[in-house]
C-alpha cells in the first residue's frame, strides 16, 4: 500500500532535509508540507477527503514537530484522533523529555522519533506503522521523573520476556510463536503485568519498560 505523507516542520531548512529522507523510502511520498499547525490540519483534511473518494485509497500519515506556531504538535494529534482516527501520526522532534514522550503515547501517536535518530530509524518506523504497530525510539532519554524499577522487579521472567516484545510493538500472535507459548498464556502474562505494574494497557506497561530498560537490539544494558 502507497502511503501519502504531510509533514509538519517549522524550519524550511530542516523541513528539506526530512523530505529528502521520506522520499528516499520505497513506497513512502509527501503530499503535502507546512510549517503551521493551522495549515498542517487543513492539509491532513483534505487528503483524507481525496483518498476516500480514490479507487486504491493510500495510508496517510502526518509527520509533525511538537513545536509548531499556530497549533501544537499535540493539539493536532488530539484533533486527528479525535475526528480521523485512520490518519496515522508519526512526532519527529527535537525533544527528548520523557515525559513529552509519555504524552503523546497517552494520546495514541502512531510513533515518536527525535531528531538525533539515525536516517535508517525513519525507514523502520514508516515500517512498523504500516504494519499497523507503533514505533518508539529509545535511547537518551532525559526522564523528569524517578522510573519505578520496584515495579520491574516483581514481573517473572517470562513476563519480562513478554513485556520487553510487547515494548518492541509486536502483536501477541508474533511473542507466542517466538517464545514457543499460545496467545493465550500471552494474553494471561499480560493480565498480570498490567496488575503488577499498575498500568491499563500495552501502550503505558511499554513505555513503562522502554524507561526502564529500553528495546532489545538499542543497545541499553537490560537483565531479566
Known sequence: M???II????YPLIRAGIKLLIESVEGAEVAGETGDGEACLEMVKDLREKEVRAEKPA??????????????????????????????VLVLTVC????????????????????DAEPSELARAFR???????????????SSQIIENNKWKTLTRREREVLLQTAEGKLNKEIADSLSISERTVKNHLSSIFRKLEVCDRTQAAILAIGICGIPGQGRDRSI
Open 59 to 88: 495510508l496517510l500519515l502526518l509527520i509533525t514537530e511538537l513545536y509548531l506556531p499556530g497549533k501544537s504538535g499535540f493539539e493536532i494529534l488530539k484533533e486527528i484522533k479525535r475526528d480521523m482516527q485512520e490518519v496515522r
Open 2 to 4: 502507497e502511503m501519502k
Open 128 to 142: 512498523m506503522i504500516k504494519e499497523g504497530k507503533k514505533y518508539f525510539q529509545t535511547q537518551n532519554w532525559k
Open 7 to 10: 509533514l509538519a516542520e517549522e
Open 96 to 115: 527528548r523529555d520523557m515525559e513529552y514522550f509519555r504524552k503523546a503515547m497517552d494520546m495514541e501517536a502512531d510513533g515518536y522519533l527525535r531528531k
